[in-house]
């Protein structure tokens, strides 16, 4: 039979599929006959509302940031998170048992910190075939750091100091970087090229804006802004699944090139046909731009988990903090006005904060899992 590796993961935004996915491509590139599959754990198998948290985690983060945040901070320890995780456990215990028995597997990778300790509790004495691989940038939260998974993967230097924080081995850590498609680094094109193709203008300024996989907040308030704006410029707006938004940014009387589209499957060729990308500090989005050598102008993030990547961005030198449409618009005015030396020195930071081969190097380590296991 072939060796099974089951990904786990949940579209509480985007980030987490793709991860998953570039891991297992990876994983199907590096080892010929791997099975791999990939589950939403909390979707398809956990208990209302757990099962509800895909389709409420848009909203939830809309309209309870401050909620949100509160909530993050007072369960982001060793301690409480061990007490929710041992209160929740005859609760969530025969979901967690349904979907390791419908997906058997020599492996299981975690992507979602809510899929972390309640499997490795079912798992029991078999916690050496679990693999984590974080997510999370900086500020990665302790749901996700838990000192029985035989391997935790984590993307950046500062998560791998947490996880030692929260009592992870040093020998069960690696930095392997944060996955992304290789499509965002390998045999992209240059901007002309990638335009061309888009049929977009090549000659001029480009921005990318995007609010995420549901076109979240505040995407329309930066794109009117942007519309009424005296900025020279050529403007790509991906709203999402928000097929409401997309329709009204349609309809706008934009004074530039615009184009308008829904949810895209190519966001490495807009990237690249871009010159700046303005978006949410979501991780994979994040990455993905660095990856493209584009700088970020980061218009929100999400209270907690991604305060972080704003700071890890910022600090870089490959990117701007505007939470406002106006700070969004001055900086790009500033932009303009520097000629491209601004632009020039925020596109070369990128490439310090990206480690290349992030997803082949998460496959890695989960194949040389598959040979230690094969051989005891």
Request: charged fraction near 20%; proline fraction near 6%; include cysteine.
């Amino acid at each position: 039979m072939s060796p099974r590796v089951t990904i786990l993961l949940s579209d509480t935004g985007g980030g987490h599929r793709s991860v998953a996915e570039a891991v297992r491509s990876e994983l199907l590139m590096l080892q010929s006959g791997l099975s791999v599959e990939l589950v939403d754990g909390l979707l398809r198998y956990a208990p209302f509302p757990l099962n509800r948290l895909p389709d409420w985690y848009s909203k939830i983060i809309a309209y309870g940031k401050g909620v949100w945040r509160y909530g993050y901070a007072i369960t982001d320890s060793r301690w409480i998170t061990s007490r929710l995780n041992q209160a929740a456990r005859p609760y969530l215990r025969p979901a967690v048992r349904r979907l390791l028995r419908s997906h058997p597997a020599e492996v299981v990778v975690s992507t979602h910190p809510l899929l972390v300790g309640t499997v490795l509790d079912e798992l029991g004495e078999c916690c050496s075939r679990f693999v984590t691989v974080v997510t999370d940038l900086v500020s990665a939260h302790a749901w996700w750091f838990d000192p029985r998974a035989a391997r935790t993967l984590v993307p950046t230097g500062a998560t791998y100091r947490r996880a030692l924080d929260f009592g992870i081995a040093s020998d069960r850590v690696r930095v392997c970087g944060l996955p992304v498609g290789r499509a965002f680094h390998d045999g992209i094109g240059d901007k002309i090229a990638a335009c061309a193709k888009l049929g977009w203008k090549q000659d001029k300024f480009t921005v990318l804006l995007l609010g995420g996989a549901e076109g979240m907040a505040p995407l329309e308030n930066i794109a009117r802004a942007l519309c009424a704006s005296s900025v020279p410029q050529q403007l790509a707006v991906v709203c999402g699944r928000n097929a409401r938004l997309r329709a009204q940014l349609k309809e706008l009387p934009w004074g530039f090139p615009t184009y308008v589209y829904g949810f895209e499957a190519n966001m490495a060729e807009l990237m690249t046909a871009s010159d700046v990308v303005v978006t949410k500090a979501g991780p994979s989005t994040v990455m993905e731009a660095l990856n493209c050598g584009r700088p970020l102008l980061l218009s929100s993030a999400i209270p907690g988990q991604e305060d972080g990547n704003v700071r890890m961005v910022v600090e870089g030198g490959a990117g701007w903090w505007t939470p406002h449409p106006s700070h969004v618009l001055e900086r790009l005015h500033r932009l303009r006005k520097s000629g491209k030396l601004e632009l020039d020195d925020a596109a070369d930071a990128t490439q310090k904060l990206v480690t290349p081969g992030a997803a082949h190097n998460v496959a890695r380590e989960i194949i040389a899992l598959l040979s230690e296991l094969a051989r005891t």
